[in-house]
């Protein structure tokens, strides 16, 4: 999975963002003070607008000191059973005949068929699920003035900050109770999409491997003494390998492999190919720090530049000695107690194709980061953006792996360190290397990625290699992965209710609908506002527009065109005003792809959102509860 912008660590990310919250939230309330000033002078004068406002912030004040729960948590029930009333049950209908019939449209022979369904389930439940929460909230308040149930209301001792929130309320509770039901259906309509059986015939589908003893005792117990294929089942078959030891495996294809158990009835010995495993995966990744070595020795943050528009990764060439280094900390005998499971999706670039049946070539070294001793762990086999699977053994063994001393160069430094290693950290011959004695240094172990081939390259970024720890609870880990819907659907709803206080509904809908399209393209709004985007600005790409004018050539330097420029800049303020203030929502979408590329939610990404999420809603309830308390009606 690819990481473009990784979630940073809550502890460090907290700070900076607290304070830019703080600095949002401080020029929203000066400026709605400014304005609430301004409508004051216009209604009762110079002199009572600042006695007025002050006295109106002193109220509001009050009543949020004297906000009640039970009186806030009446109202929610109250918009609980108006959305009932609505007949919302109808999206869960909806959603289960989607899921009916979904198996039509759904391949499970694909090459990765957890993450089609995964991905179906949750892209039909966001669209389900947001919309639902636009025409639930927006309808909400106008509903209650339209039938004049606000006026019964507002004569009972209830604030307008108790209708606000416990509307809020009643209508997560709402969406929160039909999501639960949409996940649980979806993760059954999952597992039963990807569970499947293989047959497997005696004494046609497995054979003996020609040249191999008859007498299986004399053999090494790793050596594969028979093999075959599965009869064919969601489109596909399961290469079957059996053991000199009589144990069996099913080679993994599309994403997934097979329990297969051993039968023996008298002198016959069967095998019987049970449930799919693997198929929805909760890996815990565990990443490290990169950095590249340089033909010269020299350590630096960037690769090579292959010419791809995409920099996302950065490359080293084959056949020499650059290589791209991942420092991996906390890495304890406790944690990876029979070696290090390494997985990578890194990219081979080729400047000529060769043997385009032979893939690139290349080598996994692990390395002590204090004395320099380097050892080569796998030689293997790389496709392009192909998911590899390695272990670096707790043992290396002297005689198969190649044990090379390397003595890094600083960026900068005219010469190498001195070398560390002595003759007391290398082997005699015959010994084996111990992982963590030799090659972990407090915690902290390099994993080093050659390319082989001439001419060939190798490309990576951070996320593309990682050690795989123990993975999560695969069934937890699916609902969590709702986490990200839930948050988005509680801020639309914020959203929502803010509008229906002093819009109407069709307007407060379309100004929902508004927020969530402008958030799901929040990075392509600010790259207009700070002019980042292609043609220009607003104004610029408006009159590229009208003269089909090349988004790529620079306009002539005319006054015309420094009249636009001067706009576009001081309208580019202005949104990128409103830019910051739009909630992320595509940031969200990272739970869903946890999921349907098999990986556990952190919970630290988890944390983050959260406190986000929390960050969008209490200035939505504030901004809300003041225009509530202003209307005529809740005087």
């Not at 940073?8 to 000033?37: D, K, R």
Request: proline share 4%; net charge negative.
């Amino acid at each position: 999975m690819i990481i473009e912008n990784p979630v940073p660590p809550y502890l460090e990310w907290i700070g900076t963002a607290a304070l830019n919250w703080l600095i949002s939230v401080g020029a929203l309330a000066a400026l709605f003070s400014l304005i609430a000033l301004v409508f004051l002078t216009i209604r009762k004068g110079p002199k009572q607008a600042i006695p007025a406002f002050v006295g109106g912030v002193r109220d509001a004040l009050e009543d949020m000191f004297k906000f009640s729960w039970r009186r806030a948590w009446a109202i929610a029930s109250l918009a609980i059973r108006e959305s009932i009333r609505k007949k919302v049950v109808v999206v869960c209908v909806v959603f289960l005949a989607l899921l009916m019939f979904a198996g039509w449209f759904l391949d499970p022979s694909g090459k990765d068929p957890a993450r089609l369904c995964a991905s179906f389930v949750y892209q039909s439940t966001t669209y389900l699920v947001l919309l639902l929460a636009i025409f639930l909230s927006a309808l909400s308040l106008p509903a209650d003035f339209k039938t004049k149930t606000i006026y019964t209301i507002v004569t009972k001792p209830v604030r307008s900050s108790e209708i606000v929130l416990g509307r809020i309320i009643g209508l997560a509770t709402v969406g929160t109770a039909i999501l639960a039901l949409m996940a649980v259906c979806s993760y059954f309509f999952v597992s039963n999409t990807l569970n499947h059986k293989h047959v497997l015939v005696d004494g046609e589908d497995i054979k003996a491997v020609d040249g191999v003893a008859e007498d299986w005792s004399t053999l090494p117990p790793e050596t594969v003494v028979a093999s075959g294929e599965t009869r064919l089942a969601n489109g596909h078959k399961h290469k079957v390998e059996v053991f000199a030891d009589g144990s069996a495996r099913v080679v993994e294809e599309n994403k997934h492999a097979h329990t297969i158990e051993r039968i023996v009835e008298g002198d016959r010995t069967l095998y019987k190919v049970g449930s799919a495993v693997g198929a929805l995966q909760a890996k815990t990744p565990v990443y490290g720090k990169i950095k590249f070595r340089g033909e010269n020795g020299f350590e630096k943050e960037r690769g090579i530049n292959v010419g791809e528009e995409w920099e996302y990764r950065s490359y080293v060439a084959g056949a020499s000695e650059e290589a791209v280094i991942w420092t991996f900390d906390n890495v304890t005998p406790e944690r990876f107690p029979e070696g290090l499971p390494v997985e990578m999706t890194i990219s081979a670039f080729r400047t000529h194709m060769g043997n385009i049946e032979k893939t690139v070539m290349g080598a996994l070294y692990v390395r002590n980061p204090k004395t320099g001793l380097t050892a080569e762990t796998n030689v293997f086999n790389s496709e392009k953006y192909a998911t590899k699977a390695l272990f670096v053994e707790r043992e290396i063994d002297q005689e198969k792996n190649k044990v090379r001393v390397r003595t890094l160069k600083k960026t900068g430094d005219e010469a190498t360190f001195d070398p560390v290693l002595t003759t007391a950290d290398l082997k005699q011959a015959g010994e084996k290397y111990d992982l963590f004695e030799d090659f972990v240094v407090d915690g902290k172990v390099e994993i080093w990625l050659q390319c082989l081939d001439s001419q060939q390259y190798f490309g990576a970024a951070e996320p593309d290699l990682y050690l795989r720890a123990q993975d999560a609870n695969v069934f937890a880990n699916f609902f969590k992965g709702y986490l990200g819907l839930w948050q988005q659907m509680v801020i639309l709803i914020s959203f929502g209710v803010l509008f229906s206080a002093f819009l109407s509904g069709p307007v407060a809908m379309a100004a929902t609908f508004g927020i969530l399209i402008a958030g799901f393209s929040k990075n392509f709004f600010v790259e207009i506002a700070r002019l980042e985007a292609l043609g220009g600005g607003p104004i610029e790409s408006f009159n590229r527009l009208v003269t089909h004018e090349n988004m790529m050539s620079d306009l002539s330097n005319t006054f015309a065109t420094q009249l636009i420029k001067a706009f576009d800049a001081v309208s580019g303020v202005f949104l990128s005003v409103i830019g910051l203030a739009l909630p992320a929502f595509s940031d969200y979408n990272f739970y869903a792809d946890c999921v349907a590329n098999g990986y556990d939610v952190p919970w630290n990404a988890v944390a983050v959102h959260m406190t986000t999420t929390a960050s969008f809603v209490i200035p939505l309830f504030i901004i809300g509860y003041a225009i509530l308390r202003n209307r005529e009606v809740a005087k």
